[in-house]
């Protein structure tokens, strides 16, 4: 697998052009999995593991891998399936999402595919709420699964949920505001909209960029001012039939939306990140999951909201 990443370089210029590339691997059986190439750092044989006393049933062990200590988890077990085997045949995917490096046990690596988010759908409506699933594609007659991973996190790492009480500015109430959240996953969705709740804000929750265009689209129909109704967006990047870049690039682009105030909330890491906001003209850009940076961001906005409202 020592070539399978090479060329990052290329595999950034498919942002924003509602396309990008995904690694297929099977956890134990003959289903094939998927996670987005730009959150793996590297795909390895499995490593000798060191255990940890009283961790999570799902951590397999720590790997050293060139001067760092990183968790690895089991995916299969993560996700009720049957655990992988730690033989030699099985593999480490090295990811790292909302900052931090983690590697993922899987049965196989098969192969890197590039296609668009438009041929990436929700996952059927019957998955439940229970569902690992945060979308599905199709390749080569067959049913591939992308993983909700920031559930898997939370479930296994777990973190702070809520924004801590110093960083809630009292001054600033958040009553009467409105906030459209996009994001595939559920868990990241009600991250964001707990802290939206922390500062009086309600929110408007929505599963990928296809229904939040639609949405905002509809309104502008009915007359609506988005930058007047919403004093903010705050979107992800990966979602299935339209990432958030090109979300970002159709609200900048319209004469009625794009006043409206544009967060991109990513688990994405890299510095190419910064340049792809100028490029699509979102406002700010924030790496998950923090929330007290989630917070104060959303806090400064809103003051900037309500003076040029009140003005």
């Known amino acids: 697998m020592a070539g399978v990443l090479d060329g990052v370089d290329q595999r950034t210029k498919l942002a924003g052009h509602n396309r990008f590339e995904l690694l297929l691997f099977k956890l134990v059986g003959r289903q094939r999995f998927g996670i987005n190439v730009f959150k793996v750092q590297e795909v390895i044989q499995c490593p000798p593991l060191s255990q940890i006393p009283k961790s999570h049933s799902v951590i397999c062990g720590v790997a050293h891998l060139r001067g760092k200590t990183i968790p690895v988890l089991d995916l299969a077990m993560a996700i009720g399936l049957p655990a992988v085997g730690r033989g030699s045949d099985s593999y480490v995917i090295v990811t790292e999402y909302n900052r931090t490096i983690q590697g993922f046990l899987v049965g196989a690596v098969d192969r890197i595919i590039n296609i668009g988010w438009d041929q990436v759908k929700a996952p059927p409506s019957g998955a439940g709420k229970d569902s690992y699933l945060t979308a599905v594609t199709e390749v080569d007659d067959e049913l591939i699964e992308v993983i909700d991973v920031e559930k898997v996190m939370k479930e296994v790492i777990g973190g702070q949920e809520e924004a801590s009480d110093e960083m809630i500015d009292n001054e600033v109430s958040g009553t009467g505001d409105h906030v459209l959240i996009v994001d595939d996953s559920s868990v990241a969705r009600n991250q964001v909209k707990r802290v939206c709740v922390q500062v009086g804000i309600e929110c408007t929750l929505l599963k990928d960029g296809q229904e939040a265009w639609d949405h905002l689209s509809k309104m502008v129909d009915d007359g609506t001012k988005i ?61 998950k999951f923090e929330p007290d940076i989630l917070v104060q961001t959303i806090q400064e906005q809103l003051k900037e909201f309500h003076q040029n409202h009140d003005d």
Do not use: C, Q, W
């Not at 990966?238 to 909330?265: C, F, N, Q, W």
């Open 227 to 287: 930058a007047d109704f919403y004093s903010m967006i705050i979107s992800d990047v990966e979602m299935p039939r339209m990432d958030g870049y090109t979300l970002a690039t159709k609200i900048k682009s319209h004469p009625e939306m794009k006043d409206v105030y544009l967060i991109l909330h990513t688990s994405l890491s890299g510095v190419f990140n910064t340049s792809m906001v100028e490029k699509v003209g979102a406002n700010k850009f924030l790496a």
